[in-house]
């Protein structure tokens, strides 16, 4: 999914995206017979720092989304034919900074999603 398709879903449909995005993660790495690194996702996105209201995953990737969102204006804005960049991406960033790589497979794992709320009106 795009990140402009992303940001226009409701905040709850964007929660259980990114939710759904983290379990996919957990699962293709399962599948590859990688259930330490599907373990290194679990923690990272269920282990929150003292004072923080959300997990270091989270904080994390909204972190690499803002700068990817900023990164993907930019392209667009230099060649208007540019590849958006995805949800998907900044996951992946998310992960690989922590020492976990994805499968090719994982980019494939939210195919099917279809939001379940109206769109945010801006």
Same mark, same amino acid.
């Given at each position: 999914?795009?990140?402009?398709?992303?940001?226009?879903?409701?905040?709850?449909?964007?929660?259980?995206?990114?939710?759904?995005?983290?379990?996919?993660?957990?699962? #293709?790495?399962? +599948?590859?017979?990688?259930?330490? %690194?599907?373990?290194? !996702?679990?923690?990272?996105? &269920?282990?929150?720092?003292? *004072?923080?209201?959300?997990?270091?995953?989270?904080?994390?990737?909204?972190?690499?989304?803002?700068?990817?969102?900023?990164?993907?204006?930019?392209? #667009?804005?230099? +060649?208007?034919?540019?590849?958006? %960049?995805?949800?998907? !991406?900044?996951?992946?960033? &998310?992960?690989?900074?922590? *020492?976990?790589?994805?499968?090719?497979?994982?980019?494939?794992?939210?195919?099917?999603?279809?939001?379940?709320?109206?769109?945010?009106?801006?």
């Amino acid at each position: 999914m795009t990140i402009v398709q992303f940001d226009k879903m409701g905040q709850n449909d964007q929660a259980e995206y990114v939710g759904l995005l983290v379990g996919g993660a957990e699962q #293709v790495l399962k +599948d590859e017979g990688r259930a330490d %690194l599907a373990a290194k !996702v679990e923690e990272l996105f &269920t282990t929150t720092d003292p *004072g923080d209201a959300h997990t270091n995953g989270v904080v994390e990737f909204q972190m690499n989304l803002a700068l990817a969102r900023v990164a993907d204006d930019k392209r #667009v804005e230099r +060649d208007p034919s540019a590849r958006r %960049l995805t949800v998907e !991406v900044a996951m992946a960033v &998310t992960l690989k900074k922590n *020492g976990i790589d994805l499968p090719q497979s994982f980019f494939s794992v939210m195919k099917d999603f279809k939001p379940k709320y109206p769109p945010q009106q801006k």
